[in-house]
């Protein structure tokens, strides 16, 4: 198994990483971040330590608006659904609302195509399922 490597700034980087993780995705980042383990140790910490740790940490912007233009551009992409399934998922653990979430998937109809959007509301209906089932 790949770790971060010893330098205070690197474990600081992994260690705020997982937190980050951890909230805006719960088990399904940990989850997606265990199965690459075993064949790509490196890709799972370049989304803890750089993803996460660097990036979506960012004091900038709030979590909540990260995940949604996450969201936005996942579902522009037209085909990374489970990914998409998993950042929905993310932004109403960090705050959005459903409605958000479908506004969002709505823009994306203008600016990525109708198919995109048809898509992603697909996936939105899933992930909605899901996260109320957890409770």
Excluded: C, W
């Excluded at 997982?18 to 940990?30: C, Q």
């Excluded at 969201?71 to 960090?94: D, E, K, R, S, T």
């Amino acid at each position: 198994m790949s770790t971060p490597t010893s330098s205070p700034d690197a474990a600081d980087r992994h260690a705020r990483g997982l937190n980050t993780l951890d909230a805006v995705t719960a088990n399904a980042g940990n989850a997606v971040v265990a199965s690459l383990r075993d064949l790509a140790p490196e890709l799972a910490d370049f989304i803890v330590d750089f993803a996460y740790g660097e990036v979506i940490s960012r004091p900038g912007i709030d979590l909540r608006t990260r995940q949604l233009t996450t969201v936005a551009a996942l579902a522009a992409m037209g085909h990374p659904q489970l990914q998409l399934g998993v950042h929905i998922q993310g932004a109403l653990n960090v705050g959005a609302t459903k409605a958000e979430v479908i506004e969002v998937l709505l823009q994306i109809a203008v600016y990525a195509g109708f198919p995109a959007a048809i898509n992603a509301i697909n996936t939105a209906r899933r992930a909605f399922a899901e996260f109320d089932a957890r409770g």
